[in-house]
């Protein structure tokens, strides 16, 4: 059993260039999102979904997109990175009615120079 | 908007000792979960307990437990016999509810760093 699966683990762009942070879930959970972790800042929520095919935004969604085609994959696009984007990204998910159970994936260190 | 404040940046604690974390939190909502999670220096985040709001008995996990006073919006969390491997960031977070929309999710405290001395 898998869990929550980011990639890449980490990973360095120059500013202007586009990427995408995958996130892979195999527990079949409705529910996933995505945050950053910034120093002094606490975890901040970017976008969520609650199902496939749905998405909305959350604390700090500028500068991101997101799409949700399957249950499992919930990717988060850089269309173009800015320094002020460097940090580590954590996707998470968990079931729609047990939200207080959630799961991380290992984060992902984003360097934008 | 709900928040959580963690007023503590930095804690030590000596091994073995007892060490308290402090967490408070504003809402407006009756129904909602308070956490707390550990963040080791591998930044895997580690649930380390968790409170229901309509629960009055407070949690406990081990050597872990919290002290909710809801009506005080506060919800501190007690290490005891503090051991190496509980140096880390701990964040404490707040979510609405299960149910739909934008309630359950996170909204996280800045982290206090804990340091344990042998």
């Known amino acids: 059993n898998a869990g929550v699966t980011q990639t890449p683990k980490f990973q360095v762009l120059k500013t202007g260039q586009s990427m995408t942070l995958q996130c892979a879930q195999d527990?079949?959970?409705?529910?996933m999102s995505w945050y950053r972790q910034d120093p002094g800042m606490g975890l901040r929520l970017i976008h969520y979904s609650v199902g496939a095919g749905i998405t909305d935004q959350g604390e700090v969604p500028n500068g991101y997109n997101v799409s949700r085609s399957t249950t499992e994959d919930f990717p988060l696009r850089l269309l173009s990175a800015a320094p002020s984007q460097t940090s580590v990204y954590f996707c998470?998910?968990?079931?729609?009615?047990?939200?207080?159970?959630?799961?991380f994936g290992s984060g992902t260190q984003l360097s934008v120079l | 908007a709900q928040t959580v404040t963690q007023s503590q940046p930095e804690m030590s604690v000596q091994e073995a000792e007892t060490v308290t974390l402090s967490c408070t939190y504003d809402t407006s909502e009756s129904d909602y979960y308070l956490f707390w999670y550990k963040q080791p220096p591998s930044r895997q985040m580690i649930l380390v307990i968790r409170?229901?709001?309509?629960?009055?008995q407070n949690a406990t996990e081990n050597r872990f437990s919290v002290n909710f006073q809801k009506a005080a919006k506060s919800f501190s969390l007690k290490i005891s016999d503090s051991q190496l491997g509980d140096a880390a960031m701990y964040f404490c977070?707040?979510?609405?509810?299960?149910?739909?929309?934008?309630?359950?999710?996170?909204?996280f405290g800045k982290g206090t760093k804990l340091s344990v001395k042998p």
């Open positions: 977070a707040y979510s609405r509810s299960n149910y739909g929309g934008s309630q359950g999710n996170l909204i």
């Open positions: 998470a998910s968990s079931y729609l009615g047990q939200r207080e159970k959630l799961f």
């Open positions: 527990m079949n959970h409705e529910y």
């Open positions: 409170q229901e709001a309509y629960k009055q």
